[in-house]
Every structure is written in structure tokens, then in C-alpha cells.
């Protein structure tokens, strides 16, 4: 998935220039998904003044963070590890193109992975399930928000989604934490442009 993601972005980039402008790169992270106790990094390419694309990787141990209900989802109330992955086309609309603030449109595909490893009981009854077990989710969302220019070649996005959450298996009320399901609604890109 990650492969796919990067290839993706590298496609898109090298074909836009044609706009007349080159393209800039940038490194960072989104502060929500750390309070979440997610550990997460994205890559951005500008490929237009008002046009960017953004991509992201993370990874979580069996601890959610402090935070978990910022970030919505339906997750496993116990899991041994869990991967994340974001893509997204983000819209900078501005009527000043010096402005430090710029508007944001945007879409965004995620995809979450939660993982646990079931080993037998000590008593010798496999009556129950063995071996690794995986619940996956991802949403789509549109979403709305702001970027601001924080620092020379820094930039912070905050933005609220909406969208449509899909989970291929259903879990019981006793493995689900205390989350509903639904897309993720907050989001922030604090990113270094290099």
C-alpha cells in the first residue's frame, strides 16, 4: 500500500509541471493523529500554487492515545499493532497569492489496519479463534479548512471532513472501544517545505 501511495504521488508530480511552475516538496505530520496515539508522517507535493497532494504513513502500538475520540472510527478495544495510510488532493483557493492564509478544499482516502495475535489458551481448548486476526476500515472524506503560513517553508492546515466510513467486517460489542463509527472528522498538516 505504501508502494502504491508513493508511486502515485511521484506520477502525479513529475506530470505537473507542465503548469509552468516546479514542483515543491515537504515533510510533516498531523498533531491530531499523534494524540491519538498514532506515530504518523506525511509527505506533500505542490504541484500548483492552489493545488497540492498529500500522503501518509503511521503506526500504532497496543495503546490508543489520550485523544482517541477526536479521530471517530470504530477500532478494537485490544490489538497488538495497528498501520495507517492517507492519500489526498488538497484545493488552496486565495484571492491574494502573497496572502499567509489560503483557503482548503480537499479529498482524502484513508485505510486503518488493527492487528492481534490469538494464541490457544493454556488449558488446551481451541474452541476459539487462533492465529492472527485483522479489522480494517477506511473513509472517504471531503473536506474544508484553512492553511496558514507559520514560518518561512512551514505551513499548518486545519481542516473538518465529512464523508463515508466502510468497515468490510463488523466486530462484537465486547471487542469495540469506546468510539462510534464514523469518518474522521478533524484533521491538521503541519508540513516543512523544502
Not at 504521488?9 to 493523529?33: C, E, K, N, R
Not at 499567509?100 to 481451541?126: A, H, I, K, T, W
Request: charged share 10%; with cysteine; hydrophobic share 40%.
Amino acid at each position: 500500500m505504501i508502494t502504491r501511495l508513493l508511486i502515485t504521488m511521484a506520477i502525479a508530480a513529475f506530470s505537473f509541471p507542465v503548469l509552468g511552475q516546479g514542483v515543491s516538496w515537504s515533510v510533516g505530520t498531523d498533531p491530531t493523529m499523534w494524540l491519538s496515539g498514532w506515530k504518523h508522517i506525511q509527505v506533500g507535493a505542490q504541484l500548483h500554487p492552489e493545488v497540492s497532494l498529500i500522503g501518509g504513513v503511521g503506526w500504532m502500538g497496543s495503546e490508543p492515545g489520550a485523544a482517541a475520540l477526536i479521530q471517530g472510527g470504530q477500532r478494537p478495544s485490544s490489538f497488538d499493532v495497528a498501520y495507517t495510510g492517507n492519500v489526498g488532493l488538497r484545493l488552496h483557493p486565495t484571492s491574494n497569492p502573497g496572502s499567509r492564509l489560503q483557503g482548503l478544499l480537499g479529498v482524502d482516502y484513508s485505510y486503518e489496519v488493527f492487528s492481534r495475535r490469538s494464541m490457544p489458551p493454556s488449558n488446551g481448548d481451541f474452541s476459539g479463534p487462533i492465529g492472527l486476526q485483522q479489522y480494517s476500515r477506511s473513509d472517504l472524506r471531503l473536506l474544508a479548512g484553512g492553511r496558514m503560513n507559520v514560518a518561512p517553508r512551514v505551513t499548518l492546515s486545519a481542516h473538518m471532513g465529512v464523508g463515508y466510513c466502510s468497515q468490510p467486517q463488523s466486530l462484537s460489542s465486547g471487542q469495540v472501544a469506546a468510539t462510534p463509527n464514523r469518518a474522521r472528522l478533524f484533521g491538521m498538516e503541519l508540513l516543512f517545505w523544502i
